[in-house]
């Protein structure tokens, strides 16, 4: 059974940075695509960003030159830095992983994230 764990959220100024991390289990991970998404309240979950299988990485246009995302694929961790965080940036972060053929997804439970003077 798939099991994702989040972890790192928490407050943060404007300019500062923050890094989530997500720690998967029951899951070939190297074979899989990994990425975060976001929602904040009374908006549609949104891709942040990913890397599939090969390695590629994709970006929300939002966050772009700001985010940086990594994955251990041994320790079947991924991880999202987070720099120059701006309160457009609050939301709930989830970790999130999908079969190759991106037929099946999965989801952790979340972690918050405010950027708040």
């Known amino acids: 059974q798939v099991h994702l764990v989040e972890s790192g959220g928490g407050l943060a100024e404007p300019g500062g940075s923050l890094t989530l991390y997500c720690q998967a289990s029951?899951?070939?991970?190297?074979?899989?695509?990994v990425g975060w998404h976001r929602q904040a309240p009374g908006n549609q979950r949104e891709l942040v960003a990913e890397i599939v299988a090969n390695g590629s990485r994709h970006f929300a246009n939002s966050v772009k030159d700001r985010f940086t995302i990594s994955r251990d694929n041994a320790a079947k961790t991924l991880t999202l830095q987070m720099n120059s965080l701006k309160p457009e940036d609050t939301a709930v972060y989830y970790c999130n992983v999908q079969s190759p053929n991106r037929i099946r997804s999965w989801w952790g439970r979340g972690t918050q994230v405010t950027v708040s003077s």
């Open positions: 029951g899951l070939t991970f190297n074979a899989y695509h």
